[in-house]
């Protein structure tokens, strides 16, 4: 049973440029939920997948955009990077009905200078 | 807003010792608190899930308490191991329309042989 997959796993890329980020749940999980990891900090919660909708988001502006497809599989779009959204981008997966635990995929390390 | 506060300062203990790490949380308490170990440029793997109505979950050298009262959770890692070297985050969660996990800083456990 493959769990959480992303990729790319490691892509560099300069101010004003976009990016997504793909990721593959767990079988049988139908949430997907992003987060943002800085060198040194806890991951931080962008927005959460369920049912091809955003369900919810955190403090992220609006270059930072996702999608859901049928299959469960969800993209991470950032537009106009900037030098601060350097970090490892982590994609999560569970079940929606229970205790919250979550499945990590390995992340996407994005660079941009 | 729900803050989490955990030791940002790093853990060093003999091997063989008893590690014990704090997470603080403000507000209302959460339907679980769940601990996940991230080792460096890996996802984060779940390790325990402790609900609110539970005083103490084990897992093999593993011990998580919870009291709502102080509103804190420590985690215990007995008879510790340079493998059990990595960073140590906690997420609670809470449920009524926040369906989602949110996790501190973490705390980075050194074992020294």
């Known amino acids: 049973d493959a769990g959480v997959t992303q990729s790319p796993t490691h892509l560099i890329k300069t101010r004003g440029q976009q990016v997504t980020l793909r990721c593959s749940p767990k079988?049988?999980?139908?949430?997907v939920s992003w987060y943002q990891q800085a060198l040194g900090q806890g991951p931080q919660f962008i927005f959460q997948?369920?049912?091809?909708?955003?369900?919810q988001r955190g403090n992220f502006p609006d270059r930072f955009s996702g999608h859901q497809f049928p299959n469960y599989s969800s993209e991470l779009n950032v537009n106009a990077l900037l030098l601060g959204d350097s970090a490892l981008y982590l994609c999560?997966?569970?079940?929606?009905?229970?205790?919250?635990?979550?499945?990590f995929g390995e992340g996407s390390r994005l660079t941009v200078l | 807003s729900q803050k989490i506060e955990q030791n940002s300062e790093a853990l060093n203990i003999q091997e063989g010792k008893t590690a014990t790490l704090t997470c603080n949380y403000t507000n209302y308490s959460p339907a679980y608190l769940q601990w996940y170990r991230q080792d460096p440029g890996r996802g984060p793997v779940f390790l325990l899930l402790?609900?609110?109505?539970?005083k103490e979950k084990r897992k093999e050298r593993l011990k998580v308490t919870f009291d709502t009262t102080l509103k804190q959770s420590l985690f215990h890692i007995t008879a510790s191991q340079p493998a059990d070297s990595a960073t140590y985050l906690c997420a609670p969660f809470w449920t009524g329309g926040y369906q989602k996990v949110t996790f501190g800083t973490g705390t980075k456990l050194q074992v020294i042989p």
């Open positions: 997948y369920y049912e091809e909708e955003e369900r």
């Open positions: 079988s049988g999980h139908d949430t």
């Open positions: 402790i609900r609110e109505n539970e």
């Open positions: 999560a997966s569970s079940h929606d009905i229970g205790t919250g635990e979550l499945f």
